[in-house]
């Protein structure tokens, strides 16, 4: 059967993109569809406009840690307008290089929402397209629990196109989202609180690290309460009233709540019904074949491992499965990830629970120390750097990190654990000194 493209991929984010030009560049026909805006959530909403912010809230500390380096700095103001401003052009630049590489591969980009019709059809804007293949990679957006007042919170999404900053926020939510936003929302002057209905945020991080990183942001003057959630909101003229589950209220500007994110599928199948799992994320097998043989999915919306790198790497391998015949393989042990919180946190590898579960014995190496940058800033916060190792064969399995630039060194450390190294490896590496980093390879 003769079809109008051999790919149409739904969805122009980072998974999307990097399957469609790659099928596009070994010789498919492809073609790629799109409701908003290129790069999808990471681009626009999600991990590079909130690490903009990021450095942006990290600017208070600085200004404050310069003194005691001798610098006198008199009165610095924040314009929330002009970071808005700057951060939209910055996405508007990366949107204009996503359609670059498309345009640049032959890939057909077309503008609207795709809805799957058959195993083979794609309608868009009320026209049909046939494909071969249908690739789903529309990812996932904010969830928000049903409950009195919901209407008056804010999403992720939403905090990239405020107009103004409110002064008075509560962050509802335990994960890297609400971790990352009340640190930025701290660090940009607002009085910040974050709520989270469990013992302790960052559930599936390592315990220790967990722990370390809450007394770091109590510290920093970012109030948290656990156990405790929102029953309900209400509007005054002075603001928010958010009624807890302990009886208590809180008068407020804003709520974020940041409370996990769910497959993006509305409107996206008619006249099809793909497996969906009990979350609602599409079901796939190992090779990212739904209960549809011709229909695929990747990334966010299968609910697997909502990183950004992996959806590129899930793309990518599937476009050279199909057109180049290479194994399709997509390692996710020992990937590692940072939240951007502050002071950040990184990790690659498994827990010290994980380990002690599975393997007879485990060695612990750790160091916590005041950085070097923060003596003269007379700062008393600490820095956290931990080793997991397996005592039988003395490999490095995992490796976890609190404290500035976490990210940055974990990449690096990353790397050695992904080719098996041991704890002798790290011993008999010689470090960087003066560095932070350097910790990793002193540990006893």
């Known amino acids: 059967m003769a079809y109008d493209y051999d790919l ?133 957006e904010p969830w928000i629990p049903s409950f009195e007042g919901s209407q008056h919170v804010l999403t992720s999404n939403d905090m990239f196109s405020l107009d103004t900053l409110s002064k008075r926020w509560l962050v509802v939510g335990g994960g890297y989202i609400a971790v990352e936003f009340a640190g930025i929302l701290h660090g940009l002057g607002c009085e910040v609180e974050q709520l989270y209905r469990g013992e302790m945020f960052l559930r599936g991080f390592d315990n220790e690290i967990r722990h370390f990183l809450s007394e770091q942001i109590t510290e920093r003057g970012i109030r948290l309460g656990f156990n405790l959630n929102v029953e309900r909101i209400e509007r005054k003229e002075e603001g928010l009233i958010a009624y807890l589950t302990d009886g208590s209220q809180r008068e407020v500007d804003a709520v974020l709540y940041a409370t996990g994110r769910k497959a993006k599928l509305a409107g996206l199948f008619d006249g099809v019904s793909p497996e969906l799992s009990k979350g609602g994320a599409v079901k796939v097998n190992d090779q990212y074949q739904t209960s549809i043989p011709s229909i695929y999915a990747i990334g966010d919306m299968i609910g697997k491992v909502e990183l950004t790198p992996v959806a590129i790497a899930e793309g990518m391998a599937l476009a050279e499965g199909w057109y180049a015949n290479k194994p399709l393989k997509v390692d996710y042990e020992n990937i590692p990830t940072a939240v951007f919180s502050q002071p950040n946190v990184a990790t690659v590898g498994l827990t010290e629970e994980q380990a002690l579960e599975q393997y007879t014995a485990i060695k612990v190496f750790r160091s916590s120390f005041r950085p070097m940058k923060f003596t003269l800033a007379g700062r008393t916060e600490k820095m956290l750097m931990k080793l997991i190792v397996d005592q039988a064969s003395d490999r490095v399995v995992g490796a976890h990190m609190v404290g500035d630039d976490a990210g940055e060194i974990i990449q690096g450390v990353a790397v050695a654990i992904k080719a098996g190294a041991t704890k002798a490896m790290f011993d008999q590496t010689i470090g960087i000194h003066p560095t932070a980093a350097e910790e990793f390879v002193t540990m006893s």
């Open 8 to 140: 149409i991929v739904i969805g122009a984010g980072s998974g999307g993109v990097r399957a469609a030009r790659i099928a596009a560049k070994l010789g498919a026909k492809v073609a790629i569809v799109e409701e908003r805006h290129l790069g999808g959530t990471c681009v626009n909403v999600g991990c590079v406009p909130k690490k903009l912010l990021v450095y942006a809230s990290q600017y208070s500390s600085d200004f404050l840690d310069a003194a005691g380096y001798g610098w006198s700095i008199d009165s610095p103001h924040f314009d929330w307008s002009k970071l808005a401003k700057n951060k939209s052009s910055e996405v508007a630049r990366l949107n204009g290089i996503y359609g670059k590489l498309l345009d640049s591969h032959g890939v057909e980009l077309i503008w609207g929402s795709g809805a799957v019709t058959s195993p083979h059809d794609v309608a868009v804007n009320g026209e049909s397209f046939s494909a071969e293949r249908i690739l789903l990679a529309v990812g996932g």
